[in-house]
């Protein structure tokens, strides 16, 4: 069961409207080492736990993850505000807008709609904690590719929470 | 964009020594070059081979497996939180996404600053120290200290957010309505965007 929280985790107010951004940072939402990917691993691998503290742990995280989806859907969508014609003539954002509009859809900035090739549930625990060692490295490494090309600081400030994170859950998986 | 002591690029990230421990050189599983001390030039009394490369030590072979046996094992370190950790205050924890100075290694340097107080940021920050210690105690049950701060802030996060909600509205569904109009759709969402709050 599920309860929502009409709230974020981290307050996100972006003042300026920029396609580009979003256009990368909707990766993050369902591309292949996104949030969503993340908080179905660790929903999913848990039905397969056998160690109490460490279903405890990855409901906990899933959960979290819930949370990172819903914060990085609205930095998508707050980049997109009020967008206007030359945004979708000039920027990497036409594409997407072609298919999605300002509709927020879980893809990678490539193009390729989230598919859950791209994570493991294996039903063996070391298997599984592996893989999330593996996934968090790779979100991490696409932190830093992203705080590399973006420079709005609002989105910058969120990426280096994000990031802290991952590297939180490091030592308890 | 500023440089991190800790991560000055990704290239010189990637020149780290890796977190194996063993002595070098260990060369992949064709190359048949281990350094082995103790046991150079020894040949085995099963089925094994001594194996010598000019200018290299040698090493038994097993019989059964391409690896010599007296491979060094690898030895992964993963840090793992000693109880008593250090902590942050709420509201920075949260500005820094973690409860743990020791946890702390900010991307490229990037510090966010200490966010501005409101009644919403310090209930973030309450109930992201209940996350932060919540995930802690699911590895560290029988931490009392930390069992104890996590109620202590749990009862201060269901006290600011009642206190929220009875201001601005409600923020779980079980506490709409309480105003006599159904105020669970009213706006502001989660996602939109506003000036101040």
């Not at chain 1, 660790?42 to 056998?50: A, D, E, V």
């Not at chain 1, 003539?89 to 193009?111: I, L, N, Q, R």
């Not at chain 1, 968090?136 to 280096?160: C, M, P, T, Y």
């Not at chain 2, 020594?17 to 020894?42: D, I």
């Amino acid at each position: 069961m599920f309860v929502y929280e009409k709230k974020l985790e981290y307050p996100i107010r972006i003042r300026n409207t920029n396609p580009k951004l979003a256009a990368m940072i909707i990766s993050q939402y369902g591309g292949s080492d996104g949030e969503l990917g993340a908080s179905l691993s660790y929903l999913s691998q848990r039905f397969s736990m056998p160690y109490p503290e460490l279903k405890g742990l990855l409901t906990d995280i899933g959960t979290e993850e819930l949370g990172h989806l819903e914060m990085v859907g609205t930095i998508v969508h707050q980049l997109t505000r009020c967008i206007n014609e030359a945004d979708l003539h000039t920027g990497p954002f036409g594409p997407y807008f072609v298919d999605h509009a300002a509709g927020v859809y879980p893809t990678a900035a490539s193009g390729w709609p989230y598919n859950a090739a791209s994570m493991a549930v294996k039903g063996d625990p070391m298997a599984d904690l592996c893989e999330d060692l593996a996934a968090d490295a790779a979100i991490i490494s696409g932190q830093h590719k992203k705080a590399r090309l973006n420079s709005v600081e609002l989105s910058r400030a969120f990426l280096q929470s994000v990031c802290q994170r991952r590297i939180d859950i490091l030592p308890w998986l | 964009m500023e440089q991190n002591h800790l991560w000055p690029n990704q290239n010189q990230r990637h020149t780290q020594p890796p977190l194996v421990s063993g002595s070098e050189p260990r060369r992949n599983r064709t190359g048949v070059v281990f350094s082995c001390s103790g046991r150079q030039g020894q040949t085995t009394p099963r089925s094994g081979m001594t194996v010598q490369r000019a200018g290299t030590e040698s090493c038994r072979i097993d019989a059964t497996g391409i690896l010599p046996d007296c491979a060094p094992l690898a030895n992964p370190y993963v840090p793992f939180q000693r109880t008593n950790s250090q902590r942050y205050p709420t509201q920075r924890a949260l500005s820094r996404g973690t409860l743990y100075p020791g946890l702390d290694l900010p991307l490229y340097g990037m510090v966010n600053s200490d966010m501005k107080k409101t009644p919403m940021t310090q209930l973030m920050a309450l109930e992201f120290a209940v996350i932060e210690l919540g995930m802690y105690l699911d590895t560290h049950p029988d931490d009392r200290e930390a069992a104890a701060l996590f109620r202590d802030y749990a009862q201060q996060a269901a006290e600011a957010r009642a206190a929220y909600e009875a201001k601005h509205g409600p923020l779980r569904l079980g506490s709409a309505g309480a105003g006599g109009s159904w105020d669970w759709i009213c706006d502001p969402w989660p996602w939109d965007f506003c000036q101040e709050g």
